[in-house]
């Protein structure tokens, strides 16, 4: 979703405990209500440099000399009264400061913070003479020079999260040439751990290769659709599978007593309680599925969409329908991935799956949707569309009667633009002509477009700037909110990742795709860069953004796409096309992460771009 601001939601956010009432009629009256299911026991945050703000002497540090920790005239502590100072003699020199530390496996983040000043007699804007390197074990983390003087302290941190479970060394060195001093003054060195236990050793999404077989019909308006949905998948996890979850994503845009998405009589399984304020739903399978085996689940379905022009909701007589079908949870090393719905933007993470749709209505109502799209005469005054798609994240529809235009792009993907009323016919040709040119721009970047045609939905009354989903997109009359919608076919549908926990790799990618096909080079956009707090980050999930949604947009899409042009600037353009394209190509229909992308850009490069991740406050 690219956001604009956004509309008042306060009286929709429920508590949790008035949410957490069971609103699926057939759940067995003797099931438990059941909660999200129990994480593994929280670390136990710690700080692992003893001493690191030199007020207890000088052990366990080991330093050059009896200066470096110094509470003497010249320099100032950051706390305290005492310091170390590495250098600042004005000749050929070398201090060092090191210490060994522990830091423990069981902890999912490791962070390495020091507060740094620097001055210096030399008065060259353009040479580092005099230089400070830190490091952890054998990896540099950053080099500092006299060209870094500042007239105080500045804090430096560091993501060492890859060196938990180890025993290193964090060090400095500094070194002086012949003439003019450089001080570099160091306190409050701390490297600090936190976040859950590492997940255990079998880390396999699950339940994978999903297939759904749906059936509904719709009542004359399109705002209300019954049926039938079964879901085929197989256990790729060395766990038997007991159970699994099914989202219900649209039950946040109402109540537990009056749930828009119902699920009864399900087979294959026994319903327990709706959880996670009702958009979760346990299903104990019959019996344990085995690793490598399949099985299938099936469910009569309700859903009733609601007012509003929204990505659920009907605007006139025009339904959108997007997160309606019950899709599976994701499991992996974690446990089950069961976040709650977040309207700021999106909570969505499923694996790539087979989708067959059968959707019967009313004649007169236009239905786009996901996939290719077949129309069959039905009943009298009916039309049944089926919509077929392979390999998609989600499917969507809507209702209505629709202004449809038609093309083809120059690469010959087929494009439908729907038009609610009062877009003008202008407008419309605007928006297929700029469909056609970002389907084909983004596919030339990274890799053809594999879902046959491409659907879009044109209202100019969604409160948000537009949302995508595979082979369909929601969107406001704006090229620049297409051109973005369009380029999620590639990151958040091709190349998958967790919606709710690493939302920068759809959007900030999304977002720096659309401006190169706007060719937009983002100079410059890193030096309007302005962090409100410590704490925030690039690499921040929704659970962060969510209690900072001011901030979301500035620092997800702006921040985040601005850090990949300036990671293009370090590699090159070159290098950075391939390097997006091979990462397309490497998870092609899989799910990829932040470390993942990181460890893709580190082998693209011989630079060394622990510094660039630091920087740019991008962790994982």
Known sequence: MRPTPRKAIAARLLSVAALAAVCLPSAPAAAAPHAVPAAAAACTPSQVVTNGGFESGTSPWTQSSTSVITNRSGQSAHGGSSFA????????????????????????????????????????????????????????????????????????????????????????????????????????????????????????????????????????????????????????????????????????????TAPPITVSNVTGGTAG??????????????????????????????????????????????????????????????????????????????????????????????VPATGTSVDTPGSSGRTVTTATASKVRDFAWAAGPFTKISGTSPAGTAVNVYSVSGISSAN????????????????????????????????????????????????????????????????????????YNSPWLDEAFTDYATDLTQNKTGASCWNSVSWASSAEKITNSMAYWDTHSSRYSTVIYGYGKCALHDLRRLLGDTAMAKLLKDYATSYWYGVSTTAEFKAAAQAATTTDLTSFWTTHRIEG
């Open 85 to 256: 100072w590495l250098d600042g003699v004005g000749s050929t020199h070398t201090d060092t400061l090191s210490q060994s530390v522990t830091i423990p496996s069981g902890c999912s983040s490791a962070s390495l913070t020091f507060w740094l000043h620097i001055d210096t007699a030399e008065t060259t804007s353009s040479t580092a003479y005099d230089k400070l390197t830190a490091k952890i074990g054998g990896t540099t983390l950053a080099t500092y020079s006299n060209l870094n003087k500042a007239s105080g302290y500045t804090q430096k941190s560091f993501d060492v999260s890859a060196f938990a479970g180890q025993t290193v060394t964090v060090a400095f060195t500094g070194t002086e040439d012949s003439s003019l001093q450089t001080s570099f003054v160091l306190d409050d060195i701390a490297l600090s751990t936190s976040g859950d236990t590492t997940p255990p050793a079998d880390s396999v999404r699950t339940p994978a290769a999903p297939a759904y077989t749906v059936s509904l019909s719709s009542n004359t308006s399109g705002t209300v659709w019954t049926g039938h949905e079964s879901a085929t998948f197989t256990n790729a996890s060395s766990t038997a599978l007991s159970e699994v979850y099914l989202r219900l994503w649209d039950n946040y845009h109402g109540t537990c």
């Open 273 to 366: 309680a709706l959880s996670v304020a009702c958009t979760a739903l346990k299903i104990t399978l019959a019996s344990p599925l085995p690793q490598g085996q399949s099985t299938s689940i099936g469910f009569d379905l309700g859903i009733t969409v609601p007012s509003g022009a929204d990505r659920f909701g009907y605007d006139g007589a025009f339904s959108f329908i997007g997160n309606a079908l019950p899709v599976l949870a994701v499991k992996d090393g974690a446990g089950w991935h069961l976040d709650p719905y977040t309207n700021n933007g999106e909570s969505f993470y499923s694996l790539a799956a087979d989708f067959k749709v059968t959707l019967d209505h009313p004649t007169s109502l236009l």
């Open 428 to 499: 419309a040709q605007s928006m297929l002509t700029t469909a056609k040119s970002a389907v084909d721009a983004h596919a030339a970047r990274f890799g053809a477009y594999p879902y046959g045609e491409l659907d879009a939905v044109i209202d100019n009354n969604f409160w948000f700037g537009g949302m995508e989903y595979p082979g369909f997109v929601l969107d406001l009359v704006s090229t620049t909110a297409l051109t973005h919608e369009i380029g999620h076919q590639w990151f958040y549908g091709i190349v998958g990742d967790d919606e």
